[in-house]
């Protein structure tokens, strides 16, 4: 199972986060010259994100981030965002509210139908220090499409989180023992989402790091992530709502898993549930 990737300080991140959220809505409400977008633009950023997984690793690689501004026939209308990020990424260093840019660019202003994230072919999973390929059928490199539809106002900026989900997106290829990535992604608006932040306590037992799952479900969604060295977490992108949050160690800790009920969550806010202590 993958240990912490990093001694981050998460709470501080959340922070820079949220200052970063305030103020692209400062700027959203700029002229467009100050934003320096032409005119029937807006600014579009895409980052990714991951929901843990029990593996090592998780490297997919990423081609391109198209988008569709109608809903018409399959094929058309799909064009790229332009200035991609295109490279071969860890899904599972992107855990506990580390994101990675996908694209940011200007968009024509309008309706945005649809964002499509295209893979490449070199994908694969690392499972008790070997690694072995992910097939991934044509259909998945072509393009997983992810359903938006919203509006995009010129000279406003607007930025959208994919959450990759490694545990359901990865399915053993039956006799043969080999796996498919059969991408499963949650895809939302920053702006019209909440953060849930927090300490796990203890973080270690018998001088050992605990990898600890901290889970929020309801009807609708549910958001996953690891506890960092430190036990420090991050959800984001969590849609508004009442949430159950589930604090699981791992087995061998010898620790109890931990349930809180109706934590409320609101757009463009976090909630700060503070230390968390396990028994």
């Known amino acids: 199972m993958k240990m912490f990737s990093g001694k981050l300080k998460l709470r501080k991140f959340a922070g820079l986060l949220l200052a970063a959220v305030a103020l692209t809505s ?23 994100t991951d929901a843990p997984g029990d593996y090592d690793a998780v490297f997919v690689e990423v081609e391109d981030v198209m988008i569709k501004s109608d809903l018409e026939a399959e094929g058309e209308g799909w064009v790229s965002v332009g200035n991609v990020q295109t490279g071969i990424y860890d899904l ?24 499509r994230l295209v893979l490449g072919n070199n994908n694969s999973v690392v499972i008790n220090g070997e690694s072995q390929p992910l097939s991934t059928p044509s259909a998945q490199q072509s393009g997983l499409k992810l359903q938006v539809n919203q509006e995009l106002e010129a000279g406003e900026q607007y930025e959208f989180l994919l959450d990759f989900d490694v545990d359901q997106s990865i399915v ?10 059969k991408p499963v992604i949650r895809v939302s ?6 953060m849930i932040i ?17 889970k929020a479900t309801n009807a609708s969604h ?31 800790s010898g620790l109890s898993a931990k349930t809180m009920s109706n934590v409320e969550v609101s757009s463009n806010a976090t909630v700060d549930l503070e230390t968390i202590f396990l028994d």
Do not use: K, W
Request: charged share 15%; aromatic share 6%.
């Open 26 to 48: 400062f700027y959203s409400c700029s002229d467009d010259d100050d934003n320096n977008l032409e005119e029937d633009t807006a600014r579009l950023t895409v980052r990714m």
């Open 92 to 115: 599972l260093e992107l855990t506990g509210g580390v994101t990675q840019l996908l694209a940011e660019a200007e968009v024509p202003a309008g309706h945005l139908g649809q964002i």
């Open 172 to 181: 053993t290829a039956g006799s043969s023992g080999g796996f498919i990535l």
């Open 189 to 194: 608006a920053t702006a019209e989402t909440g």
């Open 198 to 214: 927090g300490e796990v306590h203890p973080s270690a037992v018998g001088g050992l790091g605990i990898q600890t799952v901290v």
């Open 222 to 252: 549910t958001i996953s992530a690891y506890t960092d060295a430190n036990g420090a977490f991050v959800l984001n992108g969590v849609p508004s709502g009442t949430y159950q949050i589930t604090v699981t160690p791992e087995a061998a």
